[in-house]
């Protein structure tokens, strides 16, 4: 689903995400936690944004990234940030990864990416198809919990679209997405082959309280994302 936030705000989500409470010190830490060793690695990043992954993929010595997304502008900022540092093409990753060939990659990275489609299984068919055999991926997305706030049925197993106007970029944008069950997601997973080694809800961390004592007390309270890990 293309979203005004991902595209004709593209520049200033990069911005933001630079150094924010909600990203750069909740949700970047708590995925690169799970995410092991990169040096040598050939890394595949879905939904790569403005490419604050890819940044520490190169930092960490990966071997290869490639970086897709729907949003043309946001493939536009990875290509001028990396140029030939890092692949990029657009691709709706509701379709899957038709474009790539079985048992290339030893991460995948999916953050934050998943609730903004409507059916997840072709995706996590083609992550299990383009691992290498022993090859990770780690993803973040909305927490099941916290996103049944916003349920408009009422009814925690239904997969619902959901609207909500975020100020994240400094300006509001309605922002839509699906909020689905947990066992939704875990299942795309297991039914795919993969294996579930490691499930976060992530660690709140001191500089959180500094940049913001009231945020801190929320997310120490209120799961906001979860972070699933798997393996080939
Ligand atoms: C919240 S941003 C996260 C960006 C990046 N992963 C990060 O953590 O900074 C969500 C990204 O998913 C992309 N996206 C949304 N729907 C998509 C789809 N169907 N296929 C591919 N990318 C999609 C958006 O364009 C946007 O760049």
Not at 183 to 210: F, M, R
Request: net charge negative; with cysteine.
């Amino acid at each position: 689903m293309k979203s005004d936030m991902y595209s004709r705000y593209a520049q200033q989500y990069d911005l933001a995400v630079q150094d924010n409470i909600y990203n750069a010190l909740f949700e970047r830490p708590n995925l690169q936690a799970m995410l092991g060793d990169i040096e040598g690695k050939k890394v595949l990043d879905l939904g790569c944004g403005p490419g604050v992954y890819a940044d520490y993929f190169l930092r960490k010595g990966a071997e290869s990234i490639t970086c897709l997304d729907f949003s043309v502008e946001m493939v536009d900022i990875v290509k001028n940030k990396f140029s030939d540092r890092v692949s990029t093409y657009v691709q709706d990753l509701s379709e899957g990864l038709p474009k790539e060939a079985e048992r290339q990659y030893d991460v995948i990275v999916c953050p934050l990416v998943i609730h903004y489609l409507k059916d997840i299984t072709a995706l996590f068919s083609d992550v299990y198809r383009v691992l290498k055999p022993g090859g990770s991926m780690a993803l973040s997305t909305h927490h099941p919990f916290a996103d049944f706030e916003c349920s408009a049925s009422g009814n925690y197993f239904d997969t619902e679209l959901v609207q909500e106007e975020w100020d994240t970029v400094g300006t509001p944008v309605q922002v839509t997405f699906y909020r689905r069950p947990l066992v939704e997601i875990t299942n795309a997973v297991t039914n795919a082959g993969l294996s579930i080694t490691q499930i976060s809800e992530g660690q709140v961390s001191g500089a959180i309280k500094q940049a913001s004592p009231e945020t801190y007390e929320r997310l120490r309270k209120h799961p906001n994302f979860i972070f699933i890990k798997c393996q080939k």
